[in-house]
């Protein structure tokens, strides 16, 4: 059985369908991108299955746990895009609210939690109030709420945009730590380069899962040759019909 069941997941606002009949499972230790168009229905989704948002149909399973279930909140690590900080309390005040939240004795965590602020350079700003800081730095200390305490799942909603590319790496390599040590991961991103480094992919286009596979899928159900052409294609050619440029939402940086 997978670690994660996302099983015929539909989601209305009044009339209108945001998640349509999504489908998908993921294996423990791996690194899961979620990408499509903008407004396809991505945060929509990793907020159903981090238990932030309702939705109307199916059913979302971690190993033998229904979600949402409060009990399973502490393996759960979420970013969300929008970021959820509290702009008196400091980075580490921060990290002692969550830890309370989750249960989780602080002290167990001093260590990870000083290594990653080192990692994403925000030791220096710990104690100071988050109303100091830059949506480059509320981006990093919201990425450092979701990993602090080693979840087995992570759910990352763009965790690295507007980052510069040297902090990107030394994050990605992060998140495969997470990963070989059982951790499974599932990262919105709609950069060409952070697709390719995920063990499998999710393209969602208007709520519905358009190909679900590793990078020799895309290739083969686009006819592309890379992972970088199959996506660039998708993205320009949603329903089968060429789109105008402003429609086309990758970012690459290769
Ligand atoms: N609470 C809501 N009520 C009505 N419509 C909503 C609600 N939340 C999201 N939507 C709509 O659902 C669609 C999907 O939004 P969502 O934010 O999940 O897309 P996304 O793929 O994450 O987009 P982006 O890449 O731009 O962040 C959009 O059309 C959005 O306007």
């Known amino acids: 059985m997978a670690y994660l069941n996302v099983n ?4 209305y606002v009044k009339n209108k369908l945001l998640l349509d009949s999504v489908s998908f499972s993921i ?5 899961n991108g979620l990408t ?30 229904a979600l949402p279930n409060r009990k399973v909140l502490k393996r759960i690590g979420y970013m969300p895009q929008t970021f959820a900080l509290f702009p008196d309390l400091s980075a580490d005040q921060h990290i002692k609210y969550f830890a309370g939240l989750y249960k989780l004795p602080r002290n167990k965590f001093l260590k990870r939690t ?11 700003v710990i104690h100071q109030p988050v109303y100091t800081y830059s949506e480059d730095m509320k981006r990093r200390l919201s990425l450092i709420l979701a990993l602090f305490h080693t979840p087995s ?10 980052l510069d590319i040297s902090l990107k790496e030394i994050i990605w390599k992060e998140f495969r730590k997470l990963a070989s040590i ?17 063990d499998q992919l999710l393209y969602l286009n208007n709520g519905k ?15 592309m040759n890379s992972l970088k052409e199959s996506l660039i294609f998708l993205g320009s050619n949603e329903d089968g019909n060429e789109s105008n440029s402003e429609e086309t939402t990758y970012t690459n940086n290769t």
């Open 8 to 11: 015929q997941v539909t989601k």
């Open 27 to 31: 294996e423990k230790g791996t690194l």
């Open 36 to 65: 499509g168009p903008s407004g396809s229905g991505k945060s929509t989704l990793v907020k159903a299955i981090a238990g932030i948002e309702h939705y109307t149909k199916g059913t979302i399973d971690l190993e033998d746990t």
């Open 114 to 124: 000083n290594d990653l602020f080192e990692m994403v350079h925000l030791s220096d």
């Open 153 to 162: 799942l992570a759910i990352l909603d763009n965790p690295t945009t507007g």
């Open 182 to 198: 059982g951790a499974s991961l599932i990262i919105v991103t709609n950069e060409l380069e952070e697709a390719g480094y995920c």
């Open 209 to 223: 899962v358009m190909i679900q596979g590793t990078e020799s899928d895309f290739i083969e159900m686009t006819g």
